[in-house]
């Protein structure tokens, strides 16, 4: 990775690293507004975490010699896997406010003597490459370059809810990352500046009184905080992809009537003068849509997953069959757009439970559905005219279908 510093065999080192742009990238906070308990630099999106498709966006670029992340000392675990295969540098620990975390990966880049470095938040990953360009380019004109996009809305400054003042935003930009920097200046100006709690990069350097020139950025280029703006990072990602994989998939199911007084179906205890005979709790309803789920990202079927044979999985709800089918499709990067089930049977008559069968699927897919409209969920019952095993009152038959989408890989 550091390939460069190989100018060292011909004596000129300093000329060879000098050539070099680092990435730091800033994932040391602990924002956990995008829910999940988990800060929202490690949240999934598109499948992976907000801090791979960062990370990665600095390490595939051509003109980056190579990307540290500081990180907070609790998320190593998470730093792990949300980095594994990214060659980067050995994260370095943060400290208490951002500015000290940048200025701790500053210090720790220090040794490699890069020309210059690009500071990036984490929870922006969906800089692209020609903007990690634009920064690089500018830098060869002036110490500083930041991403930033010029004010579109009409200011207003109000006295708390009555407008005070109309502010014009001739020459007002918002600021984004990344920012960039000639290095030996940005580190001394983050030493000179290390006692003043100070909101970004650019405004260390002009305390410092550095030159720094606004880049064009970018409105994709936005910071991820709430859970809204990870559904808005998605659905950049498929357009950037050409659109989002939208998948269909089916599932069938039998289960023969046996002793008892009800059945478990979709989930929804129903009365009967016959039970159903499985390993399980023989939910037929609830099978045949685990196995539709499981269908749409080809990860086999609901006997691979739960094999009738372990023990484990005797009288088991059905329910856990269908979550960890959901939980497979979230963490493929999934989201469930719509499941539509047939139970097929004479008796019992599924009508007057359809309504609990379809919010308890709901509350079950809850975490894998893309919104919680009601219309996403379909239970259906039709019998087979008296004719068949069905019509014979021999079992239950259930048929569904599954559709999903992911961001394209
Ligand atoms: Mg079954």
């Not at 050539?19 to 995008?34: E, K």
């Not at 949300?82 to 500015?99: F, I, N």
């Not at 370059?145 to 918002?174: E, F, M, S, Y």
């Not at 086999?300 to 269908?322: E, K, M, N, T, Y």
Request: hydrophobic share 45%; aromatic share 4%; glycine share 10%.
């Amino acid at each position: 990775m550091l390939g460069k510093a190989a100018g060292r065999h011909y004596g000129c080192t300093m000329v060879a690293i000098a050539s070099s742009t680092f990435a730091l990238i800033v994932a040391a906070g602990r924002g956990v507004r995008a829910g999940g308990g988990t800060p929202k630099q490690y949240q999934r999106l598109a499948g992976r975490a907000v801090l791979h498709h960062s990370a990665r966006a600095f390490r595939a670029h051509p003109a980056i010699g190579a990307v540290r992340v500081v990180i907070h000392p609790d998320d190593r675990a998470l730093y792990d896997e949300a980095t594994a295969g990214l060659d980067l540098l050995d994260p370095v620990p943060g400290g208490a406010e951002r500015q000290d975390s940048v200025r701790l990966g500053l210090e720790s880049l220090a040794e490699f003597r890069p020309a210059r470095v690009l500071i990036h938040d984490a929870a922006r990953p969906l800089v692209s490459a020609e903007l990690i360009d634009r920064t690089i380019q500018t830098l060869d004109r002036v110490p500083g370059a930041i991403a930033a996009v010029a004010l579109a809305d009409t200011l207003k400054r109000g006295d708390a809810r009555l407008i005070a003042a109309t502010v014009p935003r001739d020459g007002l930009w918002r600021a984004q990352t990344p920012q960039g920097f000639h290095f030996d200046a940005i580190l001394a100006a983050h030493r000179a500046r290390a006692s003043e709690r100070l909101t970004d990069d650019a405004m260390v350097a002009e305390r410092q009184g550095m030159p720094v020139e606004l880049v064009d950025g970018s409105e994709d280029n936005f910071k991820i905080t709430t859970a809204d703006d990870l559904a808005r990072a998605e659905a950049v990602l498929a357009r950037r992809a050409g659109g989002w994989d939208v998948r269909t998939a089916t599932g069938f199911d039998v289960h023969r009537f046996g002793p008892g007084d009800q059945v478990m179906l979709a989930g929804i205890p129903v009365a009967h003068d016959q039970g159903l005979i499985g390993h399980s709790d023989a939910d037929v309803a609830l099978h045949a849509l685990t196995d539709a789920l499981l269908g749409t990202i080809g990860a086999g079927d609901i006997g691979q997953h739960f094999p009738p044979s372990d023990p484990q999985w005797r009288g088991v709800d059905s329910a856990r069959f269908l979550q960890h089918a959901a939980g497979l499709i979230v963490q493929r990067g999934g989201t469930i757009i719509h499941v539509d089930l047939t139970i097929i049977c004479e008796r019992p008559k599924v009508g007057p439970y359809r309504a609990a069968m379809v919010a308890r699927i709901a509350e079950l897919l809850r975490p894998a559905l893309v919104d919680s409209d009601a219309t996403r969920i379909s239970v259906k019952a039709t019998t087979t005219e008296g004719l068949g095993f069905t019509g014979r009152r021999e079992g239950i038959a259930a048929q569904a279908a599954a559709t999903i989408r992911l961001v394209p890989r």
